[in-house]
């Protein structure tokens, strides 16, 4: 017995792992180019990425956006179409800081890169507004919940934040590094501290 597989997850398969499908045909992409490989290395690096099926999963959000606004570009453009979905997504995209207010055209969004996503994921902005000594620091610190956005801890490196909530970035209200309980490594020291000075109290 054969077992039968949906069309579409065997693309997004094959597009996460550097792969086309053109009609019947599996195509390559130049699976071992170094040029990308190397790319992919420096993205994981500077970005504090676990693997590279964290830069796929961003490569493969930007070219569905990409072709979206490819599609809406061969529209007229007075189209209902192209003007109700287009806006929309150039509002989604100013939401969330990918795309500048000053730039709400489709063609900009054909100019879009993935470092412009990976600049608003969460552990990127923790890094950025020096709650983390590093990058690496920013995922440990969300992974252990010690962030919050706004009232909601998170505890997903790749988040992404939006530019009202942004401001709203801190440490959890129950997180040591807030004003939470202390950690085992500092209550152990005040236990220490407290019980030196006990036996000074009964000399003098």
């Known amino acids: 017995m054969t077992t039968r597989v949906r069309r579409s997850s065997l693309n997004n398969h094959f597009l996460l792992v550097g792969c086309k499908v053109q009609g019947n045909d599996l195509s390559k992409w130049r699976p071992y ?19 590279k099926r964290e830069v796929w999963r961003v490569k493969y959000t930007l070219a569905k956006i990409r072709k979206a606004a490819r599609e809406l570009l061969t529209l007229e453009e007075k189209d209902p179409k192209r003007l109700f979905e287009g806006n929309a997504l150039l509002r989604r995209l100013v939401r969330i800081g990918v795309l500048d207010e000053g730039h709400m055209k489709l063609d900009y969004v054909l100019g879009l890169k993935i470092e412009d996503f990976l600049e608003r994921r969460l552990q990127t902005q923790v890094f950025k507004l020096g709650l983390a000594k590093s ?11 010690h ?12 988040f992404i934040v939006r530019l009202d909530s942004q401001k709203h970035i801190d440490f959890s209200l129950k997180s040591p590094f807030g004003s939470g309980r202390p950690g085992r490594v500092k209550r152990k020291n005040l236990r220490k501290g407290s019980a030196g000075a006990a036996p000074e109290e009964e000399e003098d």
């Open 33 to 51: 180019e170094k040029a990308r490989l190397d790319q992919e290395l420096r993205i994981i690096g500077e970005y504090g990425l676990r693997n």
């Open 147 to 158: 962030i919050r956005v706004r009232k909601q801890v998170v505890n997903i490196p790749s």
């Open 135 to 145: 990058i690496h620091h920013a995922r440990v610190l969300i992974r252990q919940r």
